[in-house]
């Protein structure tokens, strides 16, 4: 390079030129070129730097001798605020290097280059500035000032084209949010499903702000819940299950129907407004609350886990011009989904109805209705519990699934009052509904069922008394609403009453058929020949109705006030059978004494019983009664506890009756019949003897018939004869 630097007519005319081209950029690629392309234009070694939050940061250097980067200059060079202010406070200013204040690390820049002159030129908008110019001049080389009045005209010019680079932006910006929202506005209008609809409101924001993490949080006044059915994380799609509304920042949206942007220092500002993230938190963070009707319904949340500063205000006005319009379309189409769905569950509740009024059959009934409310109502497990007799247990009577099939084999069951939901319906006789599982008492886990997350358990009411408990279970938190209760509480009373219809029937069923069999027992007892014949074909019948019960009927002996066995079937041994219990003694002779049926649920708390069959748990006597007499006492017992009911007493009553009819008639049948045989042999003999006219062959006829019906050994007749007539 010469060591003069003479003014060149051409250089500042190019000058000129490239700042008209500066003042028509469009980009800030479009500025930075024009500064290059005027820097490059004159003789000095120079750089453009930009200022940043922290300083200044270099654009650009150009060394012409080289016709490169200045080697070693500063990239960046930290500077405060006042130090700006400070040394950029004059258009132009030349100064030697050797006596320069400035700033030293770009003085010792420019000396390392072999420059002893430098001139800075600021780039000023109103009072700040914006970037800096600087020229360096060898020694030897002057800084002529008709070469730097286009720089400094080109310095003034980058704060305007910087300026409408902006308004354009802006502009251009603007233009895309309000087309992406009307873009927006007519695609939700045709959506009928919410998970479309999440995609294509992601779509427009990504386009409009960029590639961020994007969700939708929407929220159920009822259980004051927020669930976010949509969220997208480093391209990846993903939900949260409900939770409740807390002191989060989409909690803050939707408490205060306010938009929200944490621009910088997002944590520490969360903390200040009393929230916290869950994970990494990001450096910014952008929510708008979904409003309708005054009331938020949910809530759009975008952020950026690695840039702080990554929104503008002009981001969020679209958010929440974005918010304002698809709004409306997630509640209506959200409130289209529920009435859909409730209408499914009516539907459900209504083919069970129907059911139940066909249908008898109450296992098919059951497993019906499990089924359709896992299906129809998105459960993950249902199950029909019912009380056993004694209403101490809630035994599983239909579960769906593989975890229901176990339960159902191995009898699965709660105690009436246990700490679980099933024990404290059945107790309370009132529903039971914990959507948060984790944190409710009465909640009982059960490893076949590891990802419950909500239960409810509904009562089988019939009047006031629980039958049974209709159980529900779903791996999501939060489920259950008082509305989709009410639908299943439909359905459990539905479910009671085909449960009782159908006992009922059995019940009249097995009446029926014990009845007819009784009936049967009853003629072929009455058309028997013998007492004995009568009573053993009434415990051989009893034993078919009842299924193999051990049974016994033991006739009264007056004179020794006992019992005897007269018939008996199902006894371990012929001694058992073959007792003889005193009136008073053991349950059957109580019975005998007292006249009264007992009913013994289990015999080994009785102290009555006489045990002849170490198996034996409950038994039945009752007295046979005939005209104001006992006449026996008919006794049933059993291997199971608590075998026989009311019903099984009144039906034996029955037979007990006609039984003492039979008996009495019996024995009058059979005195009938003896004195009819010893008049007829009485009559015979008195032929006999009239034939006779020898008085020895009068006693001896009358003595071998004697012999004969007495079954004797010897008869001897004496006849005292008056001694006139001796022979």
């Given at each position: 390079m010469s060591k003069s630097a003479p003014t060149n007519f051409e250089t500042i005319l190019k000058l000129h030129e490239i700042n008209y081209l500066l003042f028509k950029a469009q980009s800030e690629k479009e500025v930075n070129t024009a500064i290059q392309n005027s820097l490059k234009a004159l003789p000095f070694l120079s750089a453009y730097y930009g200022v940043s939050d922290n300083g200044l940061e270099l654009v650009f250097s150009y060394d012409p001798r080289s016709k490169k980067a200045i080697q070693g200059i500063k990239k960046q060079v930290e500077l405060t605020v006042t130090e700006i202010a400070r040394d950029f406070s004059e258009t132009v200013k030349i100064t030697k290097l050797a006596d320069s204040k400035h700033n030293p690390v770009i003085v010792s820049c420019f000396q390392d280059a072999g420059c002893e002159t430098l001139a800075v030129i600021p780039a000023i908008e109103d009072v700040l500035t914006v970037g800096v110019i600087y020229l360096g001049a060898e020694a030897g080389q002057e800084i002529d000032p008709l070469l730097t009045a286009p720089i400094a005209s080109l310095a003034e010019t980058i704060p305007h084209a910087q300026k409408n680079i902006k308004a354009q932006r802006a502009i251009q910006q603007r233009l895309r949010e309000l087309e992406a929202i009307s873009d927006t506005s007519q695609l939700v209008s045709s959506l009928n499903d919410l998970d479309e609809l999440y995609q294509v409101l992601h779509k427009q924001i990504k386009e409009t702000i960029g590639e961020i993490s994007f969700a939708i949080g929407l929220f159920d006044a009822e259980t004051e819940t927020i669930e976010i059915p949509y969220m997208v994380e480093d391209g990846k799609t993903s939900s949260i299950e409900p939770f409740p509304l807390g002191e989060g920042l989409i909690s803050i949206l939707i408490r205060t129907r306010q938009p929200l942007m944490l621009a910088d220092d997002a944590e520490r500002r969360a903390r200040a407004l009393g929230a916290k993230f869950s994970g990494k938190a990001p450096k910014s963070w952008m929510g708008c609350p979904l409003v309708v009707g005054g009331e938020a319904v949910g809530a759009i949340v975008v952020q950026d886990i690695e840039k702080e500063n990554r929104f503008t205000q002009d981001d969020l006005r679209f958010l929440t011009s974005l918010s304002a319009q698809v709004g409306g379309a997630i509640y209506n189409t959200q409130l289209l989904e529920n009435m859909r769905r409730r209408a499914l569950q009516l539907q459900t509740v209504a083919e069970i109805s129907r059911e139940v009024s066909s249908s008898l059959i109450i296992d098919n009934l059951l497993k019906q209705a499990v089924q359709l409310a896992v299906e129809r109502f998105?459960?993950?497990?249902?199950?029909?519990?019912?009380?056993?007799?004694?209403?101490?247990?809630?035994?599983?009577?239909?579960?769906?699934?593989?975890?229901?099939?176990?339960?159902?084999?191995?009898?699965?069951?709660?105690?009436?009052?246990?700490?679980?939901?099933?024990?404290?319906?059945?107790?309370?006789?009132?529903?039971?509904?914990?959507?948060?599982?984790?944190?409710?008492?009465?909640?009982?886990?059960?490893?076949?069922?590891?990802?419950?997350?909500?239960?409810?358990?509904?009562?089988?009411?019939?009047?006031?008394?629980?039958?049974?408990?209709?159980?529900?279970?779903?791996?999501?938190?939060?489920?259950?609403?008082?509305?989709?209760?009410?639908?299943?509480?439909?359905?459990?009373?539905?479910?009671?009453?085909?449960?009782?219809?159908?006992?009922?029937?059995?019940?009249?069923?097995?009446?029926?058929?014990?009845?007819?069999?009784?009936?049967?027992?009853?003629?072929?007892?009455?058309?028997?020949?013998?007492?004995?014949?009568?009573?053993?074909?009434?415990?051989?019948?009893?034993?078919?109705?009842?299924?193999?019960?051990?049974?016994?009927?033991?006739?009264?002996?007056?004179?020794?006030?006992?019992?005897?066995?007269?018939a008996s079937i199902g006894y371990p041994n012929e001694e058992s059978a073959k007792l003889k219990i005193p009136f008073g003694v053991g349950v059957t002779g109580w019975v005998a004494a007292q006249r009264q049926a007992q009913r013994i649920n289990d015999v080994t708390k009785d102290s009555r019983y006489i045990s002849v069959n170490s198996k034996i748990r409950s038994e039945l006597a009752i007295p046979l009664i005939y005209r104001n007499e006992v006449l026996g006492v008919l006794n049933v017992e059993s291997p199971r506890i608590a075998a026989y009911s009311e019903n099984d007493e009144e039906m034996l009553g029955t037979l007990a009756g006609s039984l003492a009819a039979i008996i009495a008639h019996s024995r009058l049948l059979e005195q009938f019949r003896t004195q009819v045989e010893r008049e007829r042999m009485l009559y015979e003999i008195i032929n006999k003897i009239r034939r006779t006219s020898s008085a020895e062959k009068i006693l001896?006829?009358?003595?071998?018939?004697?012999?004969?019906?007495?079954?004797?050994?010897?008869?001897?007749?004496?006849?005292?004869?008056?001694?006139?007539?001796?022979?």
């Amino acid at each position: 390079m010469s060591k003069s630097a003479p003014t060149n007519f051409e250089t500042i005319l190019k000058l000129h030129e490239i700042n008209y081209l500066l003042f028509k950029a469009q980009s800030e690629k479009e500025v930075n070129t024009a500064i290059q392309n005027s820097l490059k234009a004159l003789p000095f070694l120079s750089a453009y730097y930009g200022v940043s939050d922290n300083g200044l940061e270099l654009v650009f250097s150009y060394d012409p001798r080289s016709k490169k980067a200045i080697q070693g200059i500063k990239k960046q060079v930290e500077l405060t605020v006042t130090e700006i202010a400070r040394d950029f406070s004059e258009t132009v200013k030349i100064t030697k290097l050797a006596d320069s204040k400035h700033n030293p690390v770009i003085v010792s820049c420019f000396q390392d280059a072999g420059c002893e002159t430098l001139a800075v030129i600021p780039a000023i908008e109103d009072v700040l500035t914006v970037g800096v110019i600087y020229l360096g001049a060898e020694a030897g080389q002057e800084i002529d000032p008709l070469l730097t009045a286009p720089i400094a005209s080109l310095a003034e010019t980058i704060p305007h084209a910087q300026k409408n680079i902006k308004a354009q932006r802006a502009i251009q910006q603007r233009l895309r949010e309000l087309e992406a929202i009307s873009d927006t506005s007519q695609l939700v209008s045709s959506l009928n499903d919410l998970d479309e609809l999440y995609q294509v409101l992601h779509k427009q924001i990504k386009e409009t702000i960029g590639e961020i993490s994007f969700a939708i949080g929407l929220f159920d006044a009822e259980t004051e819940t927020i669930e976010i059915p949509y969220m997208v994380e480093d391209g990846k799609t993903s939900s949260i299950e409900p939770f409740p509304l807390g002191e989060g920042l989409i909690s803050i949206l939707i408490r205060t129907r306010q938009p929200l942007m944490l621009a910088d220092d997002a944590e520490r500002r969360a903390r200040a407004l009393g929230a916290k993230f869950s994970g990494k938190a990001p450096k910014s963070w952008m929510g708008c609350p979904l409003v309708v009707g005054g009331e938020a319904v949910g809530a759009i949340v975008v952020q950026d886990i690695e840039k702080e500063n990554r929104f503008t205000q002009d981001d969020l006005r679209f958010l929440t011009s974005l918010s304002a319009q698809v709004g409306g379309a997630i509640y209506n189409t959200q409130l289209l989904e529920n009435m859909r769905r409730r209408a499914l569950q009516l539907q459900t509740v209504a083919e069970i109805s129907r059911e139940v009024s066909s249908s008898l059959i109450i296992d098919n009934l059951l497993k019906q209705a499990v089924q359709l409310a896992v299906e129809r109502f998105n459960f993950y497990h249902a199950s029909v519990f019912l009380l056993d007799p004694a209403k101490e247990f809630a035994v599983i009577r239909e579960a769906t699934g593989e975890a229901g099939a176990q339960m159902k084999r191995a009898g699965h069951k709660l105690q009436v009052g246990s700490k679980s939901i099933v024990g404290y319906v059945t107790q309370n006789r009132q529903p039971l509904v914990v959507n948060e599982t984790s944190s409710d008492p009465n909640y009982y886990a059960n490893p076949l069922l590891p990802d419950t997350k909500a239960e409810a358990g509904l009562p089988l009411l019939v009047g006031e008394d629980v039958i049974g408990v209709l159980d529900v279970q779903s791996t999501r938190p939060y489920v259950f609403t008082e509305e989709n209760i009410k639908i299943m509480q439909i359905l459990a009373d539905q479910l009671a009453v085909a449960v009782v219809n159908s006992e009922l029937f059995a019940e009249a069923q097995e009446r029926l058929s014990q009845h007819r069999l009784l009936h049967h027992v009853t003629t072929a007892a009455a058309s028997s020949t013998s007492i004995d014949e009568a009573l053993q074909s009434a415990v051989q019948g009893l034993q078919v109705t009842l299924g193999g019960d051990q049974i016994a009927i033991l006739l009264s002996d007056k004179e020794q006030k006992n019992l005897d066995v007269r018939a008996s079937i199902g006894y371990p041994n012929e001694e058992s059978a073959k007792l003889k219990i005193p009136f008073g003694v053991g349950v059957t002779g109580w019975v005998a004494a007292q006249r009264q049926a007992q009913r013994i649920n289990d015999v080994t708390k009785d102290s009555r019983y006489i045990s002849v069959n170490s198996k034996i748990r409950s038994e039945l006597a009752i007295p046979l009664i005939y005209r104001n007499e006992v006449l026996g006492v008919l006794n049933v017992e059993s291997p199971r506890i608590a075998a026989y009911s009311e019903n099984d007493e009144e039906m034996l009553g029955t037979l007990a009756g006609s039984l003492a009819a039979i008996i009495a008639h019996s024995r009058l049948l059979e005195q009938f019949r003896t004195q009819v045989e010893r008049e007829r042999m009485l009559y015979e003999i008195i032929n006999k003897i009239r034939r006779t006219s020898s008085a020895e062959k009068i006693l001896s006829i009358t003595s071998a018939e004697i012999n004969k019906t007495l079954a004797t050994r010897r008869v001897s007749i004496k006849v005292d004869l008056p001694e006139s007539e001796s022979l």
